[in-house]
């Protein structure tokens, strides 16, 4: 579960695939999303500082920054083979600290390359060993 840093409004994931998005004070559904379970299981979820994007992190060790309007992909990442523990974005949102299972943790740095979501690109600062 994660909630937006300005608005009235959480994500939600569970291992049976589904992100849901909630208005909170409404109590009404927004969005919902439905990944592949039996390949993408959401375990953890973090929005970045201005609420722009949103980071899924699943079992298999794959990555995803998501519209939070829409739950549309806006890039993907494989940062290892482990279930991805927890997400945390830098208080700029320029970085994101992925920790895995493997007790490994790796720093992606984002760079937004004009103002559209689909204009985001990500290199790890190490790969993991």
């Known amino acids: 579960m994660a909630a937006h840093p300005a608005r009235l409004e959480i994500a939600v994931a569970s291992y049976s695939g589904a992100l849901q998005i909630w208005d909170v004070d409404a109590k009404v559904l927004l969005n919902g999303r439905d990944f592949d379970a039996s390949r993408l299981r959401p375990r953890c979820l973090a ?3 201005n609420g722009n994007y949103l980071a899924v992190g699943f079992t298999s060790g794959t990555v995803k920054l998501l519209d939070p309007s829409t739950l549309e992909d806006i890039a993907t990442f494989k940062t290892c083979k482990d279930p991805i523990l927890d997400l945390c974005f830098s208080g700029e949102g320029d970085y994101l600290a992925v920790a895995d299972a493997d007790h490994h943790v ?6 937004y390359r004009g103002g559209d979501a689909d204009e985001l690109s990500a290199s790890a600062a190490e790969e993991p060993p």
């Open 47 to 49: 929005y970045d500082p």
């Open 106 to 111: 790796v720093l992606w740095q984002l760079e």
